[in-house]
């Protein structure tokens, strides 16, 4: 099997520099906010565990399927973070009455107050990521990572 050679970068790119590029920058961006969160949160909630309390306080119950679909997590991924979250007393499942294939999710009151203990420390850690930033700045970027997300 032959080598594949490393392309050869046109003139104009020469002058590429890790510093400038988005996948960098955003890889920064997300250990920094990984560690503020996890410094809010302690061994309490991991990130998408938070995320899918939130999203099932803001909708309501759901299928597990969409559900991950709402928190950018796959089936295998979600079906944990269910799991483990089922276990500790936060969510509930159950088949879906009009599909038996579909598995509903939804907050018990246990969750419900979880998630509401969490929306000021979730605030705290978008405010503690966000803080080199003006308020016009943060608008602009969370605008901008929305277009491109």
Known sequence: MANPQRPKMPDADRHYALDDQIGFILRKVSQRHTAIFAAAFGNDLTAPQWATLAKLYETGPTSQNQLGRLVALDAATIKGVVDRLG???????????????????????????????????????????????????????????????
């Open 87 to 149: 276990t500790r007393g936060y969510i509930e499942t159950s088949p879906d009455p009009d599909d038996a294939r579909r598995v509903l999710v939804a907050l018990t009151e246990t969750g419900r107050k979880e998630a509401e203990r969490g929306f000021p420390i979730a605030a705290a850690i978008t405010e503690e990521t966000m803080t080199p930033l003006d308020a016009n700045q943060r608008a602009q970027v969370i605008a901008l990572l929305k277009a491109i997300s």
